[in-house]
C-alpha cells in the first residue's frame, strides 16, 4: 500500500541533464570566480541566487543559443563551466518533449528559458530519501508555471519536478546550473496522486 506523503516547506530547484543525442563541451563566462570549488568549503559555494543570474545571462547570449545543434527527433544538450564549480547545459527541446518526474538529490539549482516556453510543473513536498517504492502524495501539492523567453528560476534542494516543451511546432532552448554538481537523479512515474520511483541515474549514465 503507498506511503502517504504531506505537504512540508516548498524547495524551489533543476531539470536534470536530458538523456539525448548531443554533448560538447562550452566554457561560458560565470559572474562567480570559475577556480575549483571544494564541496568541503561551504563558503566558496555558489548560491542559488548566483545560480539564477548565470542562467539568466547564459540564456540571453544569443550567439551560444544559436550554437546548439537542434535535433527534431530528441533533445540535445552542451556541457557549460557554470560558476563556482556548478555543473550547467545548454538544452535543446523539441515540440512536445519533456523529462519525466524526477528529483536532484541534495543539489540547488536554476533553469531560464532562451528560446521558446517551457512549463515546470512541481511538487512542493520534500520525499522520503529512502525507504519507499510508492507514495500517494496529498492534496494541494502540485505547483505548475510557464516560464517564456528570458524568465527563470531559483530552487533549492530535494526540488521534485517534470519540464515540459508543450509547443506543438517550437523548439525551445534552456539554461540550467547545479550545485553541487548532480550527484544522481531520482525518476518517477505518476498516476494521479501516486508517485512511484522508476529508476536511480548517476552522472555516468548522462555524461
Do not use: C
Not at 10 to 35: D, I, T
Not at 148 to 158: I, N
Request: hydrophobic share 40%; aromatic share 6%.
Amino acid at each position: 500500500m503507498p506511503q502517504h506523503v504531506s505537504s512540508l516547506p516548498p524547495a524551489l530547484p533543476p531539470s536534470p541533464a536530458p538523456a539525448s543525442a548531443v554533448s560538447v563541451s562550452v566554457s561560458v563566462p560565470a559572474s562567480a570566480p570559475a577556480s575549483a570549488v571544494s564541496v568541503s568549503v561551504p563558503a566558496s559555494a555558489p548560491t542559488s541566487a548566483e545560480l539564477l543570474d548565470f542562467v539568466r545571462r547564459t540564456a540571453a547570449d544569443q550567439a551560444l543559443v544559436d550554437s546548439l545543434p537542434l535535433d527534431p527527433e530528441g533533445r540535445t544538450w552542451v556541457r557549460l563551466d557554470g560558476p563556482g564549480g556548478s555543473e550547467a547545459w545548454l538544452i535543446g527541446w523539441p515540440p512536445g518533449t519533456g523529462t519525466g518526474w524526477h528529483d536532484h538529490a541534495e543539489s540547488l539549482g536554476a533553469f531560464a528559458t532562451a528560446r521558446g516556453t517551457l512549463t515546470e510543473n512541481a511538487l512542493a513536498v520534500r520525499l522520503p530519501a529512502s525507504g519507499w517504492k510508492t507514495l500517494e502524495l496529498a492534496d494541494g501539492l502540485d505547483r505548475s508555471r510557464r516560464l517564456s523567453e528570458g524568465t527563470g528560476r531559483a530552487f533549492g534542494r530535494h526540488h521534485v519536478h517534470e519540464v515540459l516543451n508543450e509547443s506543438t511546432d517550437t523548439h525551445a532552448v534552456s539554461v540550467h546550473a547545479y550545485y553541487p554538481p548532480l550527484p544522481l537523479i531520482r525518476r518517477f512515474s505518476r498516476t494521479g496522486a501516486v508517485l512511484r520511483l522508476e529508476q536511480v541515474e548517476r552522472p555516468e549514465d548522462w555524461q
